[in-house]
């Protein structure tokens, strides 16, 4: 439809043949010709409605500012809907009213509707803005979700929730064996897994309480609740989430963990799952590991100019250790790859010992470690370095045994990656030593320590200027020369940043260049606190300061900057 359009706004002379070409070549890579022409600006979204409404005698509304009902929408499935292109606006005395944004097979549409519908069918034009976002609206994954819910109470009014049949499918996308009563929490399932996509989140947290069952997704370091699920779907949707990461359904006293592989658009992404018996029944928790959205190059990273040259000088040396420290979800394994993937060249064997492998990277030998048979991070590294190693990961350093068979490796002609959970970069240097390192070991290992952490951006779409005043940002530590021009930016809330504000996550970093001055400090028993002076003195940015030029540079908020890091 779309191409037989995008031809007659060609012969009435509306595009160019050139215009035409394009759109059929992105057609041709799956995306829609008439979008694609709208997003060049080789028609305005106006003109292109009016045009429409002339050429096929249709009128023409904005969809925007309707508010449809769920009653509405759910005479008209998803899946027919998005391959329609129609949504239905109004119900009235066996009439519905279905808004189009793409008239050219308007006819085979309505034959399909009334079939369909058994009803009379008339249509409107709207613009492919207001469409998409109706779409999105009324047919996306939380609309799924209230969908699902609805359906289920009006289905199973006399449903016991210990009767419910555990066994719901065969597979996660094989759904032969699932029956009429399944699919509400299939289409459940599936409404909160497209939404956490949609929404670009990194886990999704689906909850039992005694009174509550609810669903929440982490978006840019935050959990915000989505649903409120009733309590009779709990065992339906837990075992749902199970089967679908081929966990054992019949298993609920302990601890499980499992993997779900889906495609959506042409991409596919992972979802790691955990299931965790608590006191009203099991949480399920998944990480979505998106690897077309992952970010691999250093220069994008966040790293200013600096701190790069010295982490490069760091993971470039023929022997020695590089670590990469902060909290859960800060993105120390991303650094990691990244480092991996700048190392990764024909004539080095690159090896990696991980708890789980989260991404699969081309050319570097990925082990997956498994404590319950004794493949420990030790073991494992144990074990690659008689595999001729020049490039060395280790997942993370959480104890002596891991810690001592890392810094022999370094010691020993390898490079070596890997993470520890410390607060800033000096502290790695107390952490290896409480574990019982000695400090010369320390010292002739370390080749540099960084410390990050993930800081939100403001929302583009309703990003203000705020005011804030003098005397706070010089308790921050700005001196009169840094506080001349500068401003800061805060995000408003709009219907792009889900209202918070923000969108997306940029890393700040605190590197530590381990000098031979920092080293003798260390041999000499030095406090943290006199050693971070010191390397703040040779030119190390903490991690407050990094965070105070994200906000100069206006990417993220004097707010998030300081709730997210320590005093200097």
């Given at each position: 439809?779309?191409?037989?359009?995008?031809?007659l706004?060609l012969?009435?002379?509306?595009?160019?043949?050139?215009?035409?070409?394009?759109?059929?070549e992105?057609?041709?890579?799956?995306?829609?010709?008439?979008?694609?022409?709208i997003?060049?600006?080789?028609?305005a979204?106006?003109?292109?409605?009016?045009?429409?409404?002339?050429?096929?005698?249709?009128?023409?509304?904005?969809?925007?500012?309707?508010?449809?009902?769920?009653?509405?929408?759910?005479?008209?499935?998803?899946?027919?809907?998005?391959?329609?292109?129609v949504?239905?606006?109004?119900?009235?005395?066996?009439?519905?009213?279905?808004?189009?944004?793409?008239?050219?097979?308007?006819?085979?549409?309505?034959e399909s509707l009334?079939?369909l519908l058994?009803?009379?069918?008339?249509?409107?034009?709207?613009?492919?803005?207001?469409?998409?976002?109706?779409?999105?609206?009324?047919?996306?994954?939380?609309?799924?979700?209230?969908?699902?819910?609805?359906?289920?109470?009006?289905?199973?009014?006399?449903?016991?929730?210990?009767?419910?049949?555990?066994?719901?499918?065969?597979?996660?996308?094989?759904?032969?064996?699932?029956?009429?009563?399944?699919?509400?929490?299939?289409?459940?399932?599936?409404?909160?897994?497209?939404?956490?996509?949609?929404?670009?989140?990194?886990?999704?947290?689906?909850?039992?309480?005694?009174?509550?069952?609810?669903?929440?997704?982490?978006?840019?370091?935050?959990?915000?609740?989505?649903?409120?699920?009733?309590?009779?779907?709990?065992?339906?949707?837990?075992?749902?989430?199970?089967?679908?990461?081929?966990?054992?359904i019949a298993?609920?006293?302990?601890?499980?963990?499992?993997?779900?592989?889906?495609?959506?658009?042409?991409?596919?992404?992972?979802?790691?799952?955990?299931?965790?018996?608590?006191?009203?029944?099991?949480?399920?928790?998944?990480?979505?590991?998106?690897?077309?959205?992952?970010?691999?190059?250093?220069?994008?990273?966040?790293?200013?100019?600096?701190?790069?040259?010295t982490?490069?000088?760091?993971?470039?040396?023929?022997?020695?250790?590089?670590?990469?420290?902060?909290?859960?979800?800060?993105?120390?394994?991303?650094?990691?790859?990244?480092?991996?993937?700048?190392?990764?060249?024909?004539?080095?064997?690159?090896?990696?010992?991980?708890?789980?492998?989260?991404?699969?990277?081309?050319?570097?030998n990925?082990?997956?470690?498994?404590?319950?048979?004794?493949?420990?991070?030790?073991?494992?590294?144990?074990?690659?370095?008689?595999?001729?190693?020049?490039?060395?990961?280790v997942?993370?350093?959480?104890?002596?045994?891991?810690?001592?068979?890392?810094?022999?490796?370094?010691?020993?002609?390898?490079?070596?990656?890997?993470?520890?959970?410390?607060?800033?970069?000096?502290?790695?240097?107390?952490?290896?030593?409480?574990?019982?390192?000695?400090?010369?070991?320390?010292?002739?290992?370390?080749?540099?320590?960084?410390?990050?952490?993930?800081?939100?951006?403001?929302?583009?779409?309703?990003?203000?200027?705020?005011?804030?005043?003098?005397?706070?940002?010089?308790?921050?530590g700005?001196?009169?020369?840094?506080?001349?021009?500068?401003?800061?930016?805060?995000?408003?809330?709009?219907?792009?940043c889900?209202?918070?504000?923000?969108?997306?996550?940029?890393?700040?970093?605190?590197?530590?260049?381990?000098?031979?001055?920092?080293?003798?400090?260390?041999?000499?028993?030095?406090?943290?606190?006199?050693?971070?002076?010191?390397?703040?003195?040779?030119?190390?940015?903490?991690?407050?300061?990094?965070a105070?030029?994200?906000?100069?540079?206006?990417?993220?908020?004097?707010?998030?900057?300081?709730?997210?890091?320590?005093?200097?």
């Amino acid at each position: 439809m779309s191409k037989q359009l995008a031809e007659l706004l060609l012969k009435d002379r509306i595009i160019s043949q050139t215009h035409l070409l394009e759109a059929l070549e992105a057609g041709r890579q799956g995306k829609s010709h008439i979008r694609f022409l709208i997003d060049r600006k080789y028609i305005a979204e106006t003109k292109l409605l009016y045009y429409l409404s002339q050429k096929f005698g249709l009128p023409s509304i904005n969809l925007a500012k309707f508010e449809i009902s769920s009653e509405v929408t759910r005479i008209i499935p998803p899946d027919h809907a998005r391959k329609n292109q129609v949504i239905p606006i109004q119900l009235d005395k066996g009439t519905v009213v279905v808004a189009l944004p793409d008239p050219a097979n308007a006819q085979a549409t309505v034959e399909s509707l009334k079939f369909l519908l058994k009803m009379n069918v008339e249509m409107v034009l709207t613009s492919y803005s207001a469409f998409d976002a109706a779409m999105a609206k009324y047919y996306g994954g939380a609309a799924s979700v209230g969908a699902a819910i609805e359906t289920f109470r009006k289905d199973n009014k006399d449903v016991d929730e210990g009767a419910l049949s555990l066994e719901l499918v065969e597979a996660h996308d094989i759904d032969k064996q699932s029956t009429i009563q399944d699919a509400p929490v299939i289409a459940l399932v599936n409404g909160i897994l497209s939404e956490a996509i949609r929404r670009k989140a990194s886990d999704i947290h689906v909850e039992p309480y005694e009174k509550r069952f609810r669903v929440r997704l982490r978006v840019d370091g935050v959990l915000y609740e989505i649903a409120e699920i009733p309590k009779e779907m709990k065992r339906a949707v837990t075992a749902r989430f199970k089967i679908m990461s081929r966990m054992d359904i019949a298993e609920s006293r302990v601890p499980q963990d499992g993997r779900i592989k889906l495609k959506t658009s042409g991409a596919e992404i992972d979802f790691r799952v955990n299931s965790m018996p608590t006191l009203f029944g099991e949480k399920i928790v998944l990480r979505m590991l998106n690897s077309g959205s992952l970010n691999l190059d250093l220069i994008k990273l966040g790293f200013e100019k600096e701190q790069l040259e010295t982490f490069k000088k760091g993971i470039y040396q023929p022997n020695g250790m590089v670590l990469v420290t902060g909290p859960t979800g800060s993105g120390k394994t991303t650094t990691l790859y990244s480092a991996l993937i700048e190392l990764n060249k024909i004539a080095d064997n690159l090896s990696t010992a991980e708890d789980p492998v989260e991404y699969n990277l081309e050319g570097i030998n990925q082990v997956q470690v498994h404590k319950e048979i004794g493949l420990t991070f030790a073991n494992v590294l144990r074990s690659l370095l008689r595999q001729d190693p020049d490039v060395i990961l280790v997942g993370e350093i959480r104890d002596y045994e891991t810690a001592e068979v890392s810094i022999q490796a370094a010691l020993t002609g390898h490079m070596v990656l890997s993470t520890l959970h410390t607060n800033d970069a000096p502290s790695t240097i107390t952490r290896l030593m409480n574990m019982g390192i000695e400090p010369f070991l320390v010292v002739a290992s370390l080749n540099a320590i960084v410390a990050q952490r993930l800081l939100r951006t403001i929302c583009p779409s309703c990003k203000v200027e705020e005011r804030v005043p003098r005397e706070r940002m010089v308790a921050l530590g700005l001196s009169a020369a840094e506080l001349e021009g500068f401003r800061c930016f805060k995000g408003t809330g709009c219907k792009h940043c889900n209202n918070t504000g923000y969108r997306g996550r940029v890393a700040i970093y605190e590197v530590l260049d381990f000098s031979p001055r920092l080293k003798e400090m260390v041999l000499k028993g030095e406090t943290i606190m006199e050693i971070k002076k010191q390397a703040v003195k040779d030119g190390m940015k903490t991690l407050r300061m990094a965070a105070l030029t994200k906000v100069a540079e206006g990417r993220t908020s004097l707010e998030e900057a300081v709730s997210l890091t320590m005093e200097n």
